[in-house]
């Protein structure tokens, strides 16, 4: 895995963070001055209803857009003082991704579809395959490699975006409501088997979720409620 520079440092820190956008002749406030650190190895609930400015919030930590307000420190750098190649390569560096749909690339099977973040970071082929492989296996889906997404269940799917997300070891997982598409019993066990994965990766992540349940089976809880965040459930 990733280290940060400084061990005990956070991998992630946000300082007045904030988000606006113009609707209707409208001024809407998405986030309004958001401070959250997040350390190496921690996994953190992102709390809140729909609409509430999580996958906003993601997108900042992420370095998905721009826009923002305020200070986004990733693995010791400042990256609102980067240029967009370096946000690309701090992003492809340190960070991987769980959303609510898989996205997984229809005409690639599950191991290709692990490889590929690996090969674009220009790890050779067969230790990409070796690592896919051991990530699926954990995933419970070792019987399932040369499998197309078309030939696997909505549960599998999302466990093939779990192994791609943390193929390339990232500091910190990003995930938006990754079991959102799922039903109870199947979000249960994949969440299960992601935070399973994630602490023996040694990675931290951040969580978006709209279930109190899901959420406090994490290390943390912090809440979004109309820009704010707060902590605890």
């Given at each position: 895995?990733?280290?940060?520079?400084?061990p005990d440092a956070p991998?992630?820190?946000l300082k007045g963070l904030k988000r606006s956008f113009e609707q209707g002749g409208q001024r809407i406030e998405v986030l309004r001055g958001i401070d959250l650190d997040i350390m190496p190895g921690e996994i953190v609930a992102l709390l809140g209803p729909s609409g509430s400015g999580k996958s906003t919030m993601l997108q900042a930590v992420g370095l998905l857009e721009g826009g923002f307000e305020g200070?986004?420190?990733?693995?010791?750098e400042c990256a609102e003082?980067?240029?967009g190649d370096e946000r690309t390569r701090l992003r492809r560096d340190h960070l991987g991704f769980v959303y609510q749909f898989h996205h997984l690339l229809p005409d690639f099977n599950a191991r290709e579809n692990v490889v590929m973040p690996q090969m674009i970071l220009g790890t050779p082929r067969?230790?990409?395959?070796?690592?896919?492989?051991?990530?699926?296996?954990?995933?419970?889906l070792g019987e399932r490699l040369t499998h197309r997404p078309s030939q696997l269940s909505?549960?599998?799917q999302q466990r093939v975006a779990v192994a791609r997300a943390l193929a390339n070891r990232p500091m910190l997982v990003l995930a938006d409501e990754p079991t959102g598409n799922l039903d109870e019993h199947t979000a249960d066990k994949v969440l299960e088997q992601f935070l399973a994965l994630v602490r023996g990766e040694g990675s931290a992540a951040l969580v978006a979720t709209h279930n109190e349940r899901l959420a406090r089976r994490?290390?943390?809880?912090?809440?979004?409620h109309d820009?704010?965040?707060?902590?605890g459930l």
């Amino acid at each position: 895995m990733n280290s940060p520079l400084n061990p005990d440092a956070p991998i992630v820190s946000l300082k007045g963070l904030k988000r606006s956008f113009e609707q209707g002749g409208q001024r809407i406030e998405v986030l309004r001055g958001i401070d959250l650190d997040i350390m190496p190895g921690e996994i953190v609930a992102l709390l809140g209803p729909s609409g509430s400015g999580k996958s906003t919030m993601l997108q900042a930590v992420g370095l998905l857009e721009g826009g923002f307000e305020g200070s986004i420190s990733l693995a010791g750098e400042c990256a609102e003082d980067l240029a967009g190649d370096e946000r690309t390569r701090l992003r492809r560096d340190h960070l991987g991704f769980v959303y609510q749909f898989h996205h997984l690339l229809p005409d690639f099977n599950a191991r290709e579809n692990v490889v590929m973040p690996q090969m674009i970071l220009g790890t050779p082929r067969a230790e990409c395959e070796e690592r896919a492989d051991s990530l699926l296996a954990s995933l419970g889906l070792g019987e399932r490699l040369t499998h197309r997404p078309s030939q696997l269940s909505g549960g599998e799917q999302q466990r093939v975006a779990v192994a791609r997300a943390l193929a390339n070891r990232p500091m910190l997982v990003l995930a938006d409501e990754p079991t959102g598409n799922l039903d109870e019993h199947t979000a249960d066990k994949v969440l299960e088997q992601f935070l399973a994965l994630v602490r023996g990766e040694g990675s931290a992540a951040l969580v978006a979720t709209h279930n109190e349940r899901l959420a406090r089976r994490m290390d943390r809880v912090v809440r979004l409620h109309d820009g704010v965040l707060t902590h605890g459930l």
